[in-house]
C-alpha cells in the first residue's frame, strides 16, 4: 500500500506547554552532529546532521575549468553544486536540477566567495558538491556551513569559516533555526549566515511578514545561534587531529 | 643509445637530493596547536607579524590564521605549518611525473599540481656534448616524442612554473629519467617534510631497517623498490602512519620501534 501523507499543517505550531511541535524551546537548535574527511577520493569533505537533514559536501580543487571558456584569466573560479537526491523529500523530487537548485547553488557560491582568495589562482577552479539526502527544512543555511567545513578540510586557504542558521517567526512568535513544517506553515523565514573574519552578514534573504523591530531582533538573536554553531565547526575540524596527538601520547605514557 | 643509459642512471639511484629539506614540524617553536582558518592567533600586532599562512585582519588589531595547521612562532613571525594541502611546482623541484598525453611536439605530464607540466623534447637528450657534422645536431638528435609512452613514470625537474603559466620540465639531470620497476605511492604533499625528517633522518632510518631503496619528491609520491614483496609492504605501511601521526612529537623514534615490531610479527628480518 502506497503511504499517503497529507498536504495538511497543523492550526497551532506551539503545543500546550508552550514548546514548538518537536519539543524544543523557542530559541533551541536542533541537534548538530559534523563529520571531516569522510569521502576517500575528495580533495575535502564533511557530512552534517542537522536535526532530519543529512548532508555530504566534497571539494575537489584548485584544477583546471572545464568547459574551458569559463575560467578566468585574472582570478579563480568557484563553482557549487546543489543538488536534492530523488529520496529525500516525501514526494520523488525529479533528479534534473530545477530552478530552485540552480538558485541556492548560486546563493552558497556568492555566500562563500568572501573568504577564499581566489585571485591566487588564476585561470583554476574550486568546485563544491552538495548532496541532500534527507531534507526537513533549512536545508540551504545547513550547505553552506557543510560547506565551509569541506573547504578548510581540503586545505584551501580561507579567511574565516562561515555558518548560517535560519531564523523565524511562528504563530506571531520568534523562533530560531526552523524546521520544515514551521517552514512551510510558518509566518516569515529569514535565513542568514556569517563570515567571522569581519563577522559581516554574507547570505540574508526573507518570505514572509515581520516588522522592523522584529527584524532587528531576529538578527541579533541569530548571532548568538551561529555562534554555536561556529564553536561546533571548530572542534569538528580539530576533533579529527587532536585525537592522533592523544593517543600517540598515550601509547609513550603506557611504555 | 639513450635507453642504455637510462637504465645506468636507475642503477645508481640511491640517495635523495631533497635530504636537505628541513623538518618544519619539529622544532622548539613549534607547538602542538592544531588552529583553524579564522582562528584569532595574536591579539599582540605591537610584537608580531603574520608569516606563512596567516594575515592581518581588517584593522589590524589580530592575527588569524589561514589554514587547518599547527601554529609556530619564529623570532617576531607567526606561521601556521598546513596539516592539508595541495601542492604548487617551484623551479628546481624533483617531482614524480605520469605521461598522460602525448603529441609530435610535447609530453603532458600529470605532477599532482593544477595544471599539467609540459615536457618538450628537447629537454628529454644532453644538449652540447655530441655535435653533429660541422657543429650541427648530432646524428641521433631526434626533435620527436617517441622516447616516452603514455603511461610512463618519469622522475622529473621542475625548469619554469609561476601562477600564469604550465610548467616545464626536464629529464637531464643527476637521477632523473624513466623509472621502469619499483613501486609509487601517493601521500598529502604537505606531509612531504616529516617522511624525510629534519636532515633526512627519518629516510635514512626507513631505507636501513627496510633495505628499500626510496625516492621522496615534494609533489607527494613516493617511489620505492625493496628486495621482495614483504619489504616493500612494510615501507608502504610505515609512509602512511607516518602520513596520518604527522603532527605529532617524536616520530621517528615511535616509527623505528614500530619497524622493529612489525618486523618481528611479519617474520621478516
Known amino acids: 500500500m502506497p503511504l499517503i501523507i497529507k498536504d495538511e499543517y497543523p492550526e497551532k505550531l506551539f503545543r500546550e506547554d508552550g514548546k514548538r511541535l518537536d519539543g524544543r524551546d523557542k530559541h533551541e537548535l536542533r541537534p548538530i552532529k559534523m563529520e571531516v574527511g569522510v569521502l576517500e577520493n575528495a580533495d575535502g569533505s564533511a557530512y552534517l546532521e542537522w536535526g532530519n537533514n543529512k548532508i555530504y559536501a566534497a571539494v575537489y580543487g584548485p584544477r583546471e575549468v572545464h568547459p574551458h571558456h569559463l ?5 579563480g573560479i568557484l ?20 530552478r530552485r537548485e540552480k538558485e541556492i547553488s548560486m546563493v552558497i557560491k556568492d555566500c562563500l566567495k568572501p573568504v577564499l582568495f581566489l585571485e591566487l589562482y588564476p585561470g583554476t577552479s574550486f568546485e563544491v558538491f552538495i548532496n541532500v539526502m534527507d531534507a526537513d527544512g533549512g536545508t ?20 574565516s569559516l562561515v555558518s548560517a542558521v535560519a531564523m523565524g517567526k511562528i504563530d506571531g512568535e520568534l523562533i530560531t533555526d526552523l524546521s520544515g513544517i514551521e517552514d512551510k506553515a510558518g509566518e516569515a523565514d529569514l535565513p ?60 609513550e605514557n603506557v611504555k | 643509445m639513450e635507453h642504455e643509459k637510462d637504465e645506468t642512471i636507475e642503477e645508481t639511484i ?37 608569516g606563512r599562512g596567516t594575515i592581518f585582519n581588517k584593522d589590524r588589531t589580530k592575527i588569524i590564521s589561514l589554514n587547518i595547521g599547527l601554529k609556530q612562532i619564529k623570532r617576531n613571525y607567526i606561521n601556521v605549518i598546513p596539516l592539508r594541502g595541495f601542492y604548487t611546482p617551484r623551479p628546481g623541484d624533483k617531482v614524480i611525473a605520469l605521461v598522460t598525453d602525448k603529441n609530435p611536439v610535447k609530453y603532458r605530464c600529470d605532477i599532482n599540481s593544477k595544471e599539467d607540466g609540459i615536457l618538450k623534447p628537447k629537454n628529454t637528450v644532453k644538449r652540447g656534448k655530441p655535435r653533429g657534422f660541422r657543429g650541427g645536431a648530432p646524428d641521433n638528435y631526434d626533435n620527436s616524442t617517441e622516447k616516452y609512452d603514455i603511461g610512463d613514470i618519469l622522475i622529473v625537474k621542475v625548469l619554469s612554473a ?29 606531509k612531504i617534510p616529516r617522511v624525510i625528517g629534519r636532515s633526512g633522518s627519518m629516510i635514512k632510518m626507513l631505507k636501513d631497517l627496510t633495505k628499500c631503496n626510496i625516492f621522496v619528491t615534494q609533489n ?32 621517528t623514534d615511535r616509527m623505528s620501534e614500530y619497524i622493529e615490531n612489525e618486523k618481528k610479527k611479519r617474520g621478516i628480518n
Not at chain 1, 71 to 75: E, G, L, M, S, Y
Not at chain 2, 234 to 246: G, N, P, W, Y
Open chain 1, 192 to 251: 542568514c549566515a556569517m563570515t567571522w573574519f569581519n563577522e559581516e552578514m554574507s547570505l540574508l534573504q526573507f518570505d514572509g511578514s515581520m516588522d522592523l523591530k522584529e527584524f532587528s531582533e531576529s538578527l541579533v538573536l541569530a548571532k548568538d545561534a551561529l555562534t554555536k554553531i561556529h564553536e561546533i565547526q571548530l572542534e569538528t575540524l580539530k576533533k579529527k587531529y587532536i585525537e592522533i596527538q592523544e593517543e600517540s601520547k598515550g601509547g
Open chain 2, 14 to 50: 640511491t640517495d635523495n637530493n631533497e635530504t636537505e629539506e628541513i623538518d618544519e614540524y619539529e622544532g622548539e617553536e613549534t607547538s602542538r596547536d592544531v588552529v583553524v582558518p579564522g582562528e584569532v592567533l595574536t591579539e599582540d600586532t605591537k610584537n608580531f607579524l603574520p
Open chain 1, 71 to 75: 575560467a578566468k584569466p585574472d582570478r
Open chain 2, 162 to 190: 609561476d601562477r600564469l603559466n604550465k610548467p616545464e620540465l626536464t629529464t637531464v639531470g643527476k637521477y632523473l629519467g624513466k623509472r621502469r620497476d619499483g613501486l609509487v605511492i601517493s601521500i598529502d604533499p604537505p
Open chain 2, 220 to 251: 607527494g609520491r613516493i617511489w620505492l623498490k625493496g628486495e621482495d614483496i614483504a619489504h616493500e609492504r612494510l615501507l608502504i605501511d610505515a609512509v602512511k602512519k607516518i602520513e596520518k601521526e604527522a603532527h605529532t612529537v617524536g616520530l
Open chain 1, 79 to 98: 563553482r557549487v553544486f546543489y543538488r536534492m537526491s530523488t529520496f529525500s523529500v516525501f514526494e520523488r523530487k525529479r533528479p534534473a536540477p530545477g
Open chain 1, 140 to 159: 540551504r543555511c545547513a550547505c553552506t556551513t557543510v560547506a565551509a567545513l569541506a573547504l578548510a578540510d581540503a586545505g584551501i586557504p580561507m579567511r
